[in-house]
Nanobody, 116 residues
Framework: QVQLVESGGGLVQPGGSLRLSCAASGVDFNIYGMSWYRQTPGNQREFVAHINKYALTSYAEFVKGRFTNSEAIATNMVSRYMDTLKPEGTVVYYC??????????WGQGTQVTVSS
């Protein structure tokens, strides 16, 4: 049984930094990679970043240049570092893995609030 658990969310001041983590059981990120998504109130969940089994990353356009992104991948843990965060209220970040079959697994999300 695959389980993904996000952590690291919280309240951070504008300009601050945060490291989110996604811990997995039942899935090897070194095989399937992992993606981050985010969702703001009233909006659909949107893609943020993906790291594959070769540790190669891809980002949504709105993320590029917005803040420094850093991803790290291990067998059952992925972390995401963000800095120079801008105030945007509350955002919930989710991790997602596509494997093993039947695939498409989501965590429960971790909430990030950037506010002074």
């Amino acid at each position: 049984q695959v389980q993904l658990v996000e952590s690291g969310g919280g309240l951070v001041q504008p300009g601050g930094s945060l490291r989110l983590s996604c811990a997995a059981s039942g899935v090897d990120f070194n095989i399937y990679g992992m993606s981050w998504y985010r969702q703001t109130p009233g909006n659909q969940r949107e893609f943020v970043a993906h790291i594959n089994k070769y540790a190669l990353t891809s980002y949504a356009e709105f993320v590029k240049g917005r803040f420094t992104n850093s991803e790290a991948i291990a067998t059952n843990m992925v972390s995401r570092y963000m800095d120079t965060l801008k105030p945007e209220g509350t955002v919930v970040y989710y991790c997602r893995s596509m494997g093993p079959p039947p695939g498409n697994y989501w965590g429960q999300g971790t909430q990030v609030t950037v506010s002074s």
